[in-house]
Nanobody, 124 residues
Framework: QVQVVESGGGLVQAGGSLRLSCAAS????????MGWYRQAPGNQREERELVATITRGGRTNYADSVKGRFLISRDNAKNTVFLQMNSLKPEDTAVYYCTFRARPRRDWNENDYWGQGTQVTVSS
C-alpha cells in the first residue's frame, strides 16, 4: 500500500521562506512524476492550482505565479519531493498538497496519489 507523508508547512511573514517535503512510502513498481498543488482558502478541491511538477529525470514545470521564487526537487533514492518556497507572498497562503503518479505493480495501471495537505500561511 502506498502512503504519502507531507511536512514543512507553517506560518511565515511575507518575504520569508519555507521548505515542504513529501515522502512516498510503501511498495510500488515505479514512481514517476511528482508535484505540488495548492488550494486557496474558500476554493473547492477541483480548483486546486498546480504549483510545480518534476519528472523522474528532473524536468520541472512551474506555475507562472511562482517562477523564480519556488524550486522543486526530488531524491529518487528516497522517493521524496521537496518544494523550496522563497520570497513568499500573502497570496501564497493555501493548503499545499503533494501528489505523485506510481505504478503499484508491474502489470497494474498507474495511479495518482495525494497527501493530506499541509497549511502554509503567509502574513503581510
Amino acid at each position: 500500500q502506498v502512503q504519502v507523508v507531507e511536512s514543512g508547512g507553517g506560518l511565515v511573514q511575507a518575504g520569508g521562506s519555507l521548505r515542504l517535503s513529501c515522502a512516498a512510502s510503501g511498495t510500488f513498481f515505479s514512481l514517476n512524476d511528482m508535484g505540488w498543488y495548492r488550494q486557496a482558502p474558500g476554493n473547492q478541491r477541483e480548483e486546486r492550482e498546480l504549483v510545480a511538477t518534476i519528472t523522474r529525470g528532473g524536468r520541472t514545470n512551474y506555475a507562472d505565479s511562482v517562477k523564480g521564487r519556488f524550486l522543486i526537487s526530488r531524491d529518487n533514492a528516497k522517493n521524496t519531493v521537496f518544494l523550496q518556497m522563497n520570497s513568499l507572498k500573502p497570496e501564497d497562503t493555501a493548503v499545499y498538497y503533494c501528489t505523485f503518479r506510481a505504478r503499484p505493480r508491474r502489470d497494474w495501471n498507474e495511479n495518482d496519489y495525494w497527501g493530506q495537505g499541509t497549511q502554509v500561511t503567509v502574513s503581510s
